[in-house]
């Protein structure tokens, strides 16, 4: 899909630049690149953009007795939380220190467990 979209741009771009050159048909062979960047951007960059930014949205909203899931896929129950780090018990007895962005998912939160 990409590829037809991008010959097709080229033949408009060609079709669209002046015969005699000059300024507008140097300004007219850049039309391509443009529209190519446009795509990328709102296809590619800008949802990555927004998923990072939930993720550190999430990371920053955890709080002690929340159950989450790592990266790696360990369940656990946060104990304790630092400014850039967790405490996550996996079982009774057992914690382990975590960097707050290996935090994948948040399982529960203690508010809807209240309700």
Same mark, same amino acid.
């Given at each position: 899909?990409?590829?037809?979209?991008?010959?097709? =741009?080229?033949?408009? =771009?060609?079709? =669209?630049?002046?015969?005699?050159?000059?300024? *507008?048909?140097?300004?007219?062979?850049? #039309?391509?690149?443009?529209?190519?960047? &446009?795509?990328?951007?709102?296809?590619?960059?800008?949802?990555?953009?927004?998923?990072? *930014?939930?993720?550190?949205?999430?990371?920053? *909203?955890?709080? &002690?007795?929340?159950?989450? #899931? !790592?990266?790696?896929?360990?369940?656990? !129950?946060?104990?304790?939380?630092?400014? !850039?780090?967790?405490?996550?018990?996996?079982?009774?007895?057992?914690?382990?220190?975590?960097? *707050?962005? =290996?935090?994948?998912?948040? &399982?529960?939160? !203690?508010?809807s467990k209240?309700?």
């Open positions: 899909m990409s590829l037809f979209f991008l010959q097709s =741009a080229v033949s408009f =771009a060609q079709a =669209a630049a002046p015969k005699g050159g000059g300024v *507008r048909g140097s300004l007219g062979s850049y #039309v391509p690149f443009i529209l190519l960047f &446009v795509v990328l951007y709102l296809l590619m960059i800008r949802p990555q953009q927004k998923k990072q *930014r939930e993720h550190r949205e999430l990371v920053s *909203r955890v709080k &002690v007795g929340d159950e989450v #899931v !790592t990266n790696s896929g360990i369940y656990g !129950t946060i104990s304790g939380v630092e400014e !850039t780090s967790v405490m996550l018990r996996v079982s009774e007895k057992v914690e382990i220190k975590l960097v *707050r962005s =290996a935090i994948s998912a948040v &399982v529960t939160d !203690t508010e209240e309700k």
